[in-house]
């Protein structure tokens, strides 16, 4: 059964960090793009980062430039989402998911459409 679970997540103040983590069981993850995206209450779904398989390319949401970073590492068949300078505006439900064509990192790729699997989500809460 192919599965991604996401962990991480929690609650931290603005300006403090988390690492969230995309775990894959049932397939490997070298052969996928991974993105990360995220959705708050009342909102859309939408997309942070995503990284190529093999992991030489990577694109980011304007709002998380410079504060986030994705990597990954194949032999552990695990992605990460560093966030750093956490703020308010960044609480959601964070999802991971990968997309087995490998053209999320290409230009406007990195959205809901191009994934095919997903996980269940982790929670990140940025408060005072």
């Known amino acids: 059964q192919l599965q991604l679970v996401e962990s991480g997540g929690g609650l931290v103040q603005p300006g403090g960090s988390l690492r969230l983590s995309c775990a894959a069981s049932?397939?490997?993850?070298?052969?996928?793009?991974i993105g990360w995206f995220r959705q708050a209450p009342g909102k859309e779904r939408e997309g942070v980062s995503c990284?190529?398989?093999?992991?030489?390319?990577?694109n980011y949401a304007d709002s998380v430039k410079g504060r986030f970073t994705v990597n990954r590492d194949n032999a552990k068949n695990t992605v990460f989402l560093e966030m750093k300078s956490l703020k308010p505006e960044d609480t959601a439900v964070y999802y991971c998911?990968?997309?087995?064509?490998?053209?999320?990192?290409?230009?406007?790729?990195?959205?809901?459409?191009?994934?095919?699997?997903w996980g269940q989500g982790t929670q990140v809460t940025v408060f005072s």
């Open positions: 998911a990968a997309d087995s064509l490998d053209i999320a990192t290409m230009r406007n790729g990195c959205v809901t459409s191009n994934f095919n699997y």
């Open positions: 049932g397939f490997s993850l070298e052969y996928y793009a």
């Open positions: 990284i190529s398989s093999s992991g030489y390319n990577t």
